[in-house]
Every structure is written in C-alpha cells, then in structure tokens.
C-alpha cells in the first residue's frame, strides 16, 4: 500500500454545507476503493499565483490517505467530474505502508486530537476547582482507549 | 607574466570569490516543502524562473529536491509560472 497526499483547490464561492458535502463524497470514494483515509488539512481561501477559471482566489484543502494506484485514478477521475474543484494534485508520500501502520497512524493523529482538546480544556477551566481538573484527566484515558477496536477491522481487509 | 599574475589571482583586481555554501546541509531545521511558498520564494526570480545553484550555491542534492518543490508549488497554483517583470 502507498500513502498519497492530494491538494485540491476547490471554489472559494463554495457554501459551507456543500464544501461539506464534497469533501464527504471525496471520503467515500477512498473507503469505497478500500483505501485509508488519514487526516484532512484546511489552509483555507488563499489568493492564487495566477488564474485558474477566471478566478483569483480558492480554497485550498490537503488530503492525506493510503491506498493503490486505482484509487488514485478514481479519485482523480471523481475530481476532474466534480465543477466545485478546480485544481487538483496528488503527491506519493511514502511507497512502502501496511495497512496496520497507516490505521495505526490514523490512530495516533485521533489520540493527539483528543488529547489536544482535553488540553485545551484543562485550560480553559484551569482556574476552576481541582475537582474539576481531575475529572477532566480521567476523561482523556477513556477517550484513547474508543479507537482500540478499529484496528481488527483493518486486519480483516487485509 | 601578466597571466600568471591573474592565475594565482593576485595583482590590483583580483577577482575574489566567497565560497558558497548549501543552505539547506549548513540548516538540518530548512526543510524543503512545496506547501511553504514562501521559503522557495527565495529560489526563484521575480519572473518566476528558477534560481541556478552555482549562484544560490545550493548543492546538488538540494537543488534536485528544490526544484521539484517548486514545480509542484508552480501546479497548485502556489507558486507563478510566470511573475511579474521586475520594475
């Protein structure tokens, strides 16, 4: 398995809901094609160096899967059909992945999620009693332990 | 006479050249990325054009890795083809 990294610009008159939308219709092409989908970077409305359809700004998000060679094609198949993006490129990160290593990186950028927005709460209610806090450090084990069941299923596509 | 002067690069104008260095070998921390524009903008000419190593003094290695960033920065649009004449 290889892991990918597309960068698609999409239009920046886009509607939040059907940015949304497109984004989930992107996601089910690469379950759908048994890849695996890792994480998604939004940088946002940037200004473009130079036109593309007429316009000078968009919105750029990056994309960060594992999966073949065909989903690659059909991805970008689905992009090039798709009138709400306007440029797209795929970049290959790294050839050689297992699917275990991929869903195991899935995981740790889930933990560091939860972990960062426990972080931010403790944070947040740092002023508050010491209750609370110790509440809220119980709170992130149990989160890390949800995604544990995940892995067996990957291993059963293999 | 004269020519051996300027081979051993003495005499009143000699020409004296700095030794260049790579950028990116001296600064393990510079990393070549295609999503940072803005430090391969220091590669690149205002036309756009990119800059050839025996005037950045990137080494070769590098080089080959800078150019392909660029190009991929050129394709998503982050980067111009094509900029603007200087003035």
């Known amino acids: ?158 | 006479m004269y020519k051996d002067q300027a081979q051993r690069g003495g005499g009143k104008n000699r020409f004296y050249q700095r030794r260049k260095i790579c950028r990116f070998c001296v600064d393990n921390g510079m990393e070549i990325d295609y999503k940072n524009p803005k430090g391969l903008k220091q590669f690149i000419t205002e036309r756009g054009k990119i800059i050839p190593r025996r005037i950045t003094g990137t080494c070769a290695k590098h080089q080959r890795k800078l150019s392909l960033a660029i190009k991929q920065s050129r394709q998503i649009a982050l980067l111009p083809f094509v900029g603007r004449p200087p003035q």
């Open chain 1, 1 to 158: 398995m290889r892991k990918y990294e597309t960068v698609i610009i999409s239009d920046p008159d886009l509607q939040d809901q059907a940015r949304t939308e497109l984004f989930d219709k992107i996601r089910n092409v690469i379950t759908r094609e048994d890849g695996i989908f890792l994480y998604l970077d939004d940088w946002g409305n940037k200004k473009l160096a130079y036109e593309i359809n007429k316009k000078l700004r968009g919105h750029y998000t990056c994309l960060t899967y594992g999966g073949t060679g065909g989903l690659v094609k059909e991805l970008e198949r689905n992009l090039g059909l798709n009138d709400d993006v306007m440029k797209f490129m795929t970049i290959l990160l790294s050839t050689d992945v297992t699917a275990q290593s991929l869903a195991q990186e899935a995981k740790d950028i889930e933990d560091a999620k939860t972990a960062s927005e426990a972080a931010a709460a403790n944070v947040d209610d740092g002023e508050e009693t010491e209750k609370d806090t110790g509440q809220e450090q119980a709170a992130p084990e149990a989160e890390t332990a949800e995604p544990e069941p995940a892995e067996p299923v990957t291993s059963v596509q293999n």
